[in-house]
């Protein structure tokens, strides 16, 4: 028997982590505080309907694709992709609505119909941003980022003046595009990434290149098929996952974790792999006097925002959306200010509605429509009362029966909301953030919060607080660095 190595939490980084150690020989156990695995990609079935309680972008095919394919699988072995035609909808009023077409040249006349003269200008931006992904993904991105010298080779160092890490997203796209409607399009990817585009480099203009040329896809069944495969290829490779069982205390000694301790019993471990949340493993799991980070640093760091979730199951179809629908009705400025600068309840907000139920009939009864509402909203806004939920949740019915052109509320038959509270308590989420770390100037591969322990010898972190970041591609890769790393250190 190998190595005994416990992961912390059955999300992407810690199913990921856990199935490239056990497939080197390690005995991997995750222990997983729910009762189902996928951490924030969660699937719940209330009345008929399959609602995906979190993710639900499938960008970045490749990273999928190289995932699988490490451990000799491909995705669809598991799941059947279906790419979005128009990958998404935006709609700027109720008479001003944009379908992005899944095409790139009728992409490029739809530019030029907005602003004449942009479709050359658009290609250059892809070519440079094609650039940035092949460079950003295949190398930056599985950087431990623990030293300088990671980065000092003559190619990378080249490539850094290449990559605009230093420039902000805002300036980088205002080079190209000027017409507003056309750099809201192009801004809108940033959003995933936790940070409004004025503090994001503009290597991640990379985001665009994924978007546009390599597609916006959806896993028939749901985004919650990608974890069953990760559950279904880690069980394969020996991974024992316990759910419901959570850690509750860590015991170091010696400078090593040597004990994990949850209610249901006591586990003897060589090394642990921390998926959980980063700084709830530091503050309720480690002692002080082993963690890495104080109170003050973690309250200085620009957290990703926080959402109001609403699932909600309709008895009838609804008319108008596409797949996955962004309502730019409002001014964003505003709505950012109310997220980043003077954070507070938003008082326009712009939000998201996702139906599954167009591409996907097995979501919803027949006749059906499954809906998926996001607004992103300020982290740490601590009064997350059902009175403001309900609130919200009229504000933008109001919104979303206008555009659409009839009743929905009178038509809900099931309906959840999901907030801050709901995060804290469910994936002890820092502030009740939603996705992670923003990924800002300041907050980028070295200066993000550290995979490794640097007082206990056997304690990693993976996840979305630490390299390389929010998102679901990130996490998983996330979860294949700390493993490499981990295999890496304990054979020296």
């Known amino acids: 028997m190998g190595k005994r190595v416990i992961v912390i939490g059955a999300g992407f980084s810690g199913l990921a982590a856990a199935t490239a150690l056990a497939d080197r020989g390690y005995s991997v156990t995750i222990l997983e505080k729910n009762d189902t695995p996928g951490g924030r990609a969660r699937q719940f079935e209330a009345k008929g309907f399959v609602f995906d309680m979190g993710p639900s972008w499938y960008w970045m095919p490749d990273v999928f694709e190289r995932y699988f394919a490490r451990f000799g699988k491909k995705p669809s072995d598991y799941y059947e992709l279906k790419r979005l035609d128009p990958s998404y909808t935006v709609i700027f009023n109720t008479e001003d609505v944009i379908d992005l077409p899944a095409n790139q040249t009728e992409l490029e006349q739809l530019f030029e119909s ?45 490539d850094v003046s290449r990559l605009d890490v230093l420039q902000s997203f805002h300036q980088h796209i205002r080079k190209y595009f000027k017409q507003e409607k056309i750099l809201k399009l192009m801004e809108f990817p940033i959003l995933f990434l936790g940070a409004i585009p004025q503090n994001t480099p503009a290597l991640y203009s990379l ?51 040597r004990e994990v301790q949850t209610k ?19 503050d309720a799991l480690v002692e002080p006097q082993f963690r890495n980070y104080t109170e003050a640093y973690w309250n200085s760091r620009t957290m990703a925002p926080s959402s109001i979730l609403f699932y ?21 400025s505003l709505h950012a200010h109310e997220i980043y600068t003077q954070p507070q309840w938003p008082s326009k907000p712009l939000f998201y509605a996702s139906a599954p139920s167009k591409t996907d009939p097995s979501v919803a009864p027949e006749g059906c429509e499954n809906l998926f509402l996001l607004i992103p909203v300020a982290p740490g806004l601590s009064d997350d009362t059902e009175t403001i939920r309900e609130q919200y949740y009229n504000l933008i019915m ?11 509320r009178p038509h809900v038959v099931y309906k959840r909301s999901y907030a801050h509270r709901d995060f804290i308590e469910d994936y002890h989420a820092f502030k009740g953030n939603a996705y992670g770390l923003a990924n800002t100037l300041r907050q980028t591969a070295l200066l993000k919060p550290t995979l490794k322990n640097k ?16 998102g679901v ?20």
């Open 114 to 158: 907005i602003e004449p003269g942009s479709a050359p200008r658009l290609r250059a931006f892809l070519q440079q941003a094609s650039y940035k992904y092949d460079v950003g993904m295949n190398n930056f991105v599985w950087k431990p980022s623990r030293s300088l010298t990671e980065f000092l080779s003559l190619k990378l160092l080249a």
């Open 207 to 257: 985001m665009n290149y994924a978007e546009i040329a390599l597609g916006t896809w959806y896993p028939m069944g749901g985004m919650h098929e990608i974890v069953k495969a990760m559950v279904s290829l880690a069980e394969e490779k020996g991974v024992q996952i316990n759910l419901g069982e959570e850690v509750e205390q860590l015991i170091i000694k010696g400078g090593k974790v």
């Open 264 to 282: 249901l019993g006591t586990y003897q471990v060589d090394m642990l792999v921390a998926g959980a949340d980063y700084h709830h493993v530091e």
């Open 312 to 332: 909600l199951g309709v008895d009838r179809r609804v008319d108008k959306l596409q797949h996955h629908n962004l309502f730019f009705d409002e001014d964003f």
């Open 398 to 408: 109001d919104r979303l029966e206008q555009y659409v052109g009839h009743a929905i």
């Open 455 to 470: 007082k206990v010898s056997n304690l990693y972190y993976t996840g979305q607080l630490t390299v390389p970041g929010p």
């Open 473 to 492: 591609p990130p996490a998983l890769i996330s979860g294949l660095v700390v493993a490499d790393e981990l295999h890496r250190e304990q054979q020296v």
